[in-house]
């Protein structure tokens, strides 16, 4: 955002310099990221001057060129300038660029220097408009009339306007301060505080002389969508003359950044940057049957903009229509059947507030910003309006003349009220780390436009601005307190004085930092997609398409609905991979997925969609790089279950408290686990299945794993650290040969375990897989299985161990009808 500095001392007697106004804006937190010197002419017209032709003769040396002496004022040491113009004549009064002066031309600029052309002297250059900047001719030299005051400076001459020109980073919540008055506002609130009294007011613009002079143009205004524009104002304006802007408003303007167009659509302008409240003027004899209406078009409809570029509406779109078609985006851009031209002679001008999520959601579908939209979208001011329809009705019968030809016709049905907040002063305190007086505080918050409605000794109770939609709360206000009182006064101690608190649990954001380094220290690689994706993959696998939260107006096909689960991201990065040649992947990502549930009547729409956050990870290819030190392995299962583990015991979850259940084979797994800590479930993990594989282009096996981030860290945080004396007894360790069906798995072996011994039982291990169907018998599998025993109170005998085991023994014979081998 521009402000001029000169522009805004129109409205504060700002006592300093252009430097010192940008440390003071940027202490405020009005960030100025550049001061810029502006010129209404580049170069400002630096080192030309008026000069009198003395004398003309033909060169010597060349037919075409004329040899000159120019008085430049002093006339004693005339100037020999060789000039090419065939207009040159003695007498006239031209402007002269001195030696070292430089100019800027529509081919580039150039420096002017002391030389010799064919032979002769020139110390100087008489200049072309074009040359100059004054305009565009180049048909021979400028020639000035003959009072024109030989040895003035042309920038004297031409009334050369000179600023300097602020670019402030306006942050999002500021719309207040996008605007002179705005800036001017908080220049008055710190100079004030820093006098220590109220020493400087902002003079705003006098409408006092506004009256309608008749009521010949009424045009009446129906809003059908109030919800969508809170407020409409506006009134007409005949007889007046479209033409190019006077000097003083031009220069306003393009001090800003901002090109002239007429006078008309310029004021509006002005006053925008001026009042903050954007303004649109229409041709009122565009305006079939003569009434305005504001409501949203039927979807299809087309719309051609001052662009001359044709939009599809949605039905969400806000237009002003009159009796037959849309005539204006509301809030954001003008139509070219109702603009402003050179012909227009009676104006409809428009002052409304509009709501920001209609006018954004607009803005982002059709792609288009505008000085407006920026605005509004942020929100505006209702109580503007109307004075802003007068300053700008006022300004425009000043430079284009004509009649205010309508009273100011005023739709406004639901008074907006201003949010009123308690604030305490040792709140005030308590933020900013300083007490401020309490006069100090009530003297800020006035000067910033705040209503005190009651003051108490320990708190007072404020009406907020309308146009300071971003506070809120009380916090914004002592964020505003800060602001202007200076950041930079207030002391940092010397000691800083802090409560050490002991937080047993570490928050998400550290323990999935706790995680994340774990799995890169495996050799996982993060990897972060897109939460959009392919509404196609949820309409098999076993998923419930229903349940997909639709996007309503997607990119592409490919970005339709937003994911419901991490899987398909994770097998689209492996299959991108694969076909690089990178075969060995172990992956890891986090993200949330979303989901929708069936509603019924009368429940509250947004309890329908729900998100929450997930772990999952990918295993494929081989174990580790090829080497010759250790044979080639492929990732196995127990790879992939290692890992989950690993993650739950760093997370405080003791696997003794896992309960298993195996996943059968279906669409997404060949087969696979779920894990729960009792009803809770944890994680799912198993071996992905050929069909998803081959539906994702995906080549290899791949291992997947999904832990439920959240319900993980709500278990985590059950559970207490407790420390154990270093064991003083030895383990005993027995293993077991087992015979049993291919189907059984070896969590049921460990369940079995657990539940038969749970005191002195601390391990059990498989620590081999024997296959042999000539040898076993078909559908059979030999398990050798370990048993770790320890007492924390004593050495155990073998008469103990060999109990115990026998118990394992008749349990796996009847539970699963084991042969001990």
Not at 255 to 267: A, E, F, M, R
Not at 452 to 474: F, G, H, Q
Not at 531 to 546: I, R, V
Request: aromatic share 8%; hydrophobic share 40%; net charge negative.
């Amino acid at each position: 955002m521009k402000i001029s500095y000169n522009w805004l001392k129109e409205y504060i007697d700002y006592p300093g310099s252009p430097e010192e106004l940008a440390v003071l804006l940027t202490d405020s937190g009005l960030e100025v990221e550049s001061l810029d010197r502006f010129e209404s002419i580049r170069g400002g017209l630096k080192g030309v001057v008026i000069g009198e032709v003395i004398s003309c003769h033909p060169h010597p040396n060349a037919d075409k060129l004329t040899l000159t002496l120019v008085d430049v004022g002093g006339g004693d040491n005339p100037l020999p300038i060789v000039c090419g113009a065939p207009n040159v004549a003695e007498g006239q009064k031209v402007l002269v660029a001195l030696t070292g002066a430089t100019l800027y031309t529509p081919q580039g600029e150039f420096s002017i220097k002391k030389t010799k052309i064919r032979g002769e002297v020139s110390e100087g250059m008489i200049c072309a408009e074009d040359e100059l900047g004054l305009g565009s001719s180049h048909d021979g030299i400028m020639v000035l009339p003959d009072q024109a005051p030989t040895g003035m400076s042309a920038a004297d001459y031409f009334n050369v306007a000179r600023d300097w020109v602020y670019e402030i980073g306006l942050t999002p919540n500021r719309i207040d301060a996008a605007s002179h008055i705005g800036v001017a506002r908080d220049v008055m609130a710190v100079v004030n505080h820093q006098k220590k009294k109220k020493e400087v007011n902002i003079r705003m613009p006098d409408i006092s002389s506004f009256v309608a002079d008749n009521n010949d143009l009424p045009i009446p205004v129906f809003v059908e969508d109030p919800d969508a524009c809170p407020r409409y104002s506006s009134l007409t304006i005949k007889g007046l003359r479209v033409s190019e802007s006077p000097d003083w408003l031009k220069n306003r303007l393009q001090s800003i950044g901002l090109k002239p167009i007429n006078n008309v659509v310029d004021i509006t302008n002005f006053v925008l940057h001026e009042l903050g409240q954007p303004l649109h003027a229409f041709d009122a004899d565009a305006i079939d049957g003569g009434k305005v209406v504001v409501k949203k078009s039927p979807p299809g409809t087309i719309f051609e903009t001052l662009d001359k570029e044709k939009l599809e509406l949605t039905g969400n779109d806000l237009m002003i229509c009159n009796d037959s078609t849309p005539m204006c985006m509301g809030g954001i851009l003008g139509g070219i059947e109702s603009g402003v031209t050179e012909n227009t002679s009676r104006i409809f001008l428009e002052s409304a507030c509009f709501d920001p999520l209609t006018i954004r959601r607009s803005s982002k579908h059709h792609g288009i910003k505008t000085d407006a939209s920026f605005r509004f979208e942020r929100g505006s001011d209702p109580n503007m309006t109307i004075y802003a329809l007068k300053r700008a009705a006022l300004m425009i019968k000043e430079v284009a003349g004509g009649q205010i030809s309508s009273n100011v016709h005023d739709v406004y049905p639901i008074k907006k009220k201003p949010v009123e907040l308690e604030l305490g002063f040792s709140r005030v305190q308590t933020l900013i780390g300083k007490k401020i007086p309490a006069d100090e505080v009530l003297g800020i918050l006035e000067d910033l436009d705040f209503s005190i409605l009651e003051s108490k000794k320990e708190s007072v109770k404020l009406a907020v601005p309308l146009y300071r939609v971003d506070v809120t709360r009380d916090a914004d206000v002592v964020e505003e307190i800060l602001r202007i009182y200076g950041y930079n006064n207030v002391d940092i101690p010397s000691k800083m004085h802090s409560s050490i608190v002991i937080s047993p649990k570490p928050d998400k954001e550290s323990l999935q930092n706790i995680v994340s380094d774990m799995l890169a220290a495996r050799g996982f690689t993060e990897i972060m997609n897109n939460s959009l994706t392919k509404g196609a993959y949820y309409e098999n696998m076993g998923f419930d398409p229903e349940a997909s939260v639709v996007i309503q107006n997607p990119l592409s096909q490919d970005l339709n609905v937003m994911r419901q689960t991490l899987l398909f991201g994770g097998l689209e990065t492996i299959a991108y991979n694969q076909n690089r040649k990178v075969q060995n992947m172990k992956l890891y990502e986090f993200g949330n997925i979303y989901l929708k549930k069936r509603m019924q009547e009368r429940e509250n729409p947004l309890d329908a969609y729900s998100e929450r956050m997930v772990l999952a990870f990918f295993l494929t290819g081989k174990r580790q790089p090829e080497s010759w030190s250790e044979p080639e392995q492929s990732i196995s299962f127990f790879d992939l279950k290692n890992a989950a583990y690993a993650i739950l015991q760093r997370l405080g979850i003791d696997p003794e408290m896992l309960r298993v259940e195996e996943v059968s084979g279906n669409d997404r797994f060949a087969y696979g686990m779920d894990v729960y800590v009792e009803k809770t479930h944890l994680a799912r993990l198993g071996l992905l299945s050929k069909k998803l594989l081959g539906s994702m282009d995906v080549k290899d096996k791949v291992f997947y794993g999904m832990i439920e981030w959240e319900a993980l860290i709500a278990v985590s945080a059950e559970q207490s650290l407790t420390y154990r004396d270093v064991p003083r007894f030895p383990e005993v360790r027995r293993d077991l040969a087992l015979l049993i069906d291919k189907k059984i798995s070896f969590v049921e072996i460990e369940n079995i375990a657990r539940q038969t011994e749970k005191r002195i039982l601390k391990e059990v291990n498989l620590f081999d897989v024997y296959e042999d169907e000539a040898k076993l018998g078909k559908q059979k599998k030999s398990y050798a299985v370990s048993f770790t025993f320890q007492d924390n109170n004593k050495t155990l005998t073998d008469k103990e161990i060999d109990k115990i085991m026998d118990k394992l023994t008749r349990s796996y014979e009847k539970t699963l009808g084991a042969v001990i081998r």
